[in-house]
């Protein structure tokens, strides 16, 4: 009869513990490349932005006896909230060619700054929706309406996921470094939020200023 033998477990196995962060990434195959990835998967986002604005191009005209664009928009805040965004761009742009120049406390500085840019925009977008809401502009309460929140909340739901990926590099950067690893995820965010950038250009022109011309 054959037995089986168990080999035990040594003291380095059984106290492994899990690792939240790599300084370096492991190898990967030949041919592969992070940064084409990344576009692959901005590729698939722009897909979904574009069967949102589709979506709200066939409904963005069914008021249903309801409130319409020029009832609700505040142009003047909407600018205001695009002005935070476009600056947060630059600040970002600011953060890269400091780590170009590897210098840690300044690009930590204009992170920080694009996080504070990026979360004014939330917060103005979130002041918006809570207005509308107030004065009965539901999502239910048209298609118009519906199509209007889930593109423009879609949009302010990657913003809020770029500022809680901007403190998460902050935090290892602080602790390793600009190693090459962190320089390639900074690279990979600088790619989202310029892309998140002109998404809100689209919806600034589509939405707000073609609805206020309805």
Known sequence: MSQTILMPQTESEDSRAPVFHLPEEPHHPEGSSTMLGFWIYLM??????????????????????GPAPKDL???????????????SS??????MISMQENKVGSTQAWLL?????GMAFVGIELYEFSHMIHEGATPQRSGFL???????STHGLHVSTGILWLFT???QVARYGLTSANRRRLM?????????D???IGVFTYVYLMGMLR
């Open 44 to 65: 698939s986002d722009c897909l979904i932005f574009a069967i949102l604005f589709a979506t709200y191009g066939v409904l963005g005209g069914n008021y249903a006896a």
């Open 73 to 87: 928009f505040d142009l003047n805040l909407v600018a205001l909230n695009t002005s935070m965004l476009l600056l």
């Open 90 to 95: 630059i600040t970002y742009g600011f953060a």
């Open 113 to 117: 700054v694009t996080a504070l840019f």
């Open 146 to 152: 519906s199509a209007f929140y889930t593109l423009v």
């Open 169 to 171: 590099l902050m935090a």
């Open 188 to 196: 990979c965010l600088s790619l989202f939020w310029h892309f998140l």
């Open 198 to 200: 002109v998404i809100w």
